[in-house]
């Protein structure tokens, strides 16, 4: 059983991480690589913009972390909190709202990443709304794959 939930949170922290890199490199007109090495940069300041390749591997080195780690903490977190037994798509959605603020009011501020995010009115709703589809993403395949019997959760919906 153990095993079948650190499996679901490493497989939903890859899967929506993996997302979440795309959709940052969307909203931001720039290549998943200058995704990857803004995520690096989080640790290793600008200097992350001239590691080549070791910058961009350990761009995705932490963002699959981050985002598995997130993924577990929603795991357990859901084991003890009765809406995502009811409805695990509002769980993700509340989940996604709680990384989304977390993220970049605490860790982000607090990391060496540079440039710093700045938001306009549309580019936060878009990052937003992206962290929404990332909470619900990791939702999803915690459900359908981390409970129950036969990995679909307590409510088959």
Known sequence: MRSRLLFAALCGGVFAG???IGAAALLNSVSPLVVLLSIAS????KAAYHAGLAGVALGLGLQWMMS???ALIYLIGGRLLPLSHRSWAASGMLYGLVVFFVMNYVVVPLSA??????FTPLSFMGNLLANVMFGVIIAF???RFGEGPQGSGPDRR
């Open 141 to 143: 395949i915690v459900h």
């Open 18 to 20: 993996t997302l979440d």
């Open 68 to 70: 598995s780690i997130a």
């Open 42 to 45: 989080g640790i290793l300041g």
């Open 113 to 118: 990443a540079v440039p710093k995010v700045a």
